[in-house]
């Protein structure tokens, strides 16, 4: 009939439905007693003393913003181009339309992801709400957090000195450390660290020597800190599937909470796999793969059991939330990596993380008060091992502008 759609058209018409802008209704969302829109992005360079930060600011009619780190890398261009063509005069409460809506326009991930957490951060701060209660609202009262930690330099083969680190960290509730045994040894004890006939992108068989150390680090770092103390294994991707199953072996009696990227992820997902159905210790990986396909792939494959998601590359919350459901439904759980981001990324991550039943840790080895905090109006805090949110609108954190010496308007 003339008054129905043909089914070539209506499928066309769902599909863009979902990220095409143009299409969406105005949505009559109430702000501060005004309906919003997107009517600018800039991109801020703050400086304090030898620190710098590169920052999306997003904002709204209202007047209200939201802010997220911003990837180092000068393709800011590219998004300007793409916020004038799609962003300018949208909805931001639309953020599921705009997240399609960037990708299929080629916006890099950690640009997306980028405009995700600012979207997501204005959102809070127009209704007054912390981001993780607009996530579906907390489902935990604090989060747990872990950091690297080792003996000094001098001490990095002494056993007792692991001992001795053991203890001092389990005096703290909730305590747990990470380690990198393999790069330990590879940097500072002068032998040799792997066995011939491997190399860095086909994995490498630890030698004895380096097999060894692995033992005794795990080994005293459990005699010291005993049930009081949980002990990760950083892998950094360095090992051959052979050799990650044989050190796994000879840690398994020393109960780790995971062995974390034992064999490099980007090669083959089925050596992760194959290291993963061989040992009781759980394997953790995802720092170096991008948004929803890349975690769907690892998990079709039961390739690990505790997601590292890396925040910068995840896609943001959107698409973050995404995958933590699809973990959560095959059993897995969630444990958003942090090494060398900015603050406010951190700050994502732990909203996400108040909103999703299947997280067990949040990583914070990076988040260092003497370099991590000097641009917030107030710091990140976190009580021993523990973090407890601010509870103010947004991410909860909010980078203080008078640092600001560089202002661009991207669109």
């Not at 009939?1 to 979902?18: D, P, T, W």
């Not at 992801?113 to 604090?142: C, I």
Request: glycine share 10%.
């Amino acid at each position: 009939m003339n008054h129905q759609l043909n089914r070539r058209e209506f499928i066309k018409r769902s599909v863009l439905g979902a990220g095409a802008l143009a299409g969406l209704p105005l949505l009559s969302v109430a702000a501060m007693g005004k309906a919003s829109r997107i009517e600018a992005l800039e991109l801020l360079v703050l400086k304090r003393n030898r620190e710098q930060r590169r920052v999306l600011k997003v904002i709204s009619s209202t007047g209200a913003a939201g802010y997220a780190d911003f990837p180092d890398i000068d393709y800011a261009p590219a998004l300007g181009g793409v916020a004038k063509n799609h962003l300018i005069g949208a909805n931001p409460y639309a953020v599921e339309a705009i997240w399609s809506k960037m990708r299929r326009a080629g916006l890099l991930c950690s640009h997306r992801s980028a405009l995700d957490y600012a979207l997501w951060d204005l959102l809070g701060r127009e209704t007054g709400k912390p981001v993780y209660e607009l996530l579906g609202g907390p489902v935990r009262n604090q989060l747990r957090t872990y950091r690297y930690g080792k003996p000094a330099k001098g001490k990095l083969f002494d056993e007792d000195a692991w001992r001795e680190l053991g203890r001092k960290l389990a005096q703290d509730p909730g305590a747990v450390v990470k380690v990198d045994p393999w790069l330990t040894f590879q940097r500072f004890s002068g032998k040799k660290t792997w066995e011939d006939g491997g190399s860095e992108r086909s994995g490498q068989m630890p030698t004895q020597e380096n097999l060894d150390f692995n033992e005794m680090v795990f080994r005293a770092l459990r005699e010291g800190g005993g049930d009081k103390l949980d002990l990760i294994h950083g892998g950094h991707g360095q090992c051959s599937a052979e050799g990650a199953i044989t050190t796994c072996k000879r840690l398994e009696q020393y109960d780790l909470l995971w062995m974390e990227e034992p064999v490099a992820p980007i090669n083959s997902m089925d050596e992760m796999a194959k290291v993963a159905a061989a040992t009781t210790i759980p394997i953790a990986t995802g720092e170096n793969l991008q948004g929803l396909e890349d975690f769907s792939r690892l998990i079709d494959k039961r390739a690990a059991s505790v997601l590292n998601l890396p925040p910068a590359n995840v896609g943001g919350l959107t698409e973050a939330r995404k995958i933590a459901t699809l973990a959560e439904i095959r059993g897995m759980q969630i444990a958003p990596h942090f090494f060398s981001y900015a603050p406010l990324f951190w700050a994502a991550m732990a909203n996400l993380c108040m909103a999703t039943p299947n997280v067990l840790l949040l990583e914070a080895n990076a988040l260092k008060e003497k370099n991590q905090n000097v641009f917030f109006k107030e710091p990140i805090e976190i009580d021993g091992y523990y973090f407890v949110p601010s509870g103010k609108p947004g991410l909860g954190y909010e980078y203080d502008e008078t640092f600001v010496v560089s202002r661009k308007r991207l669109a």
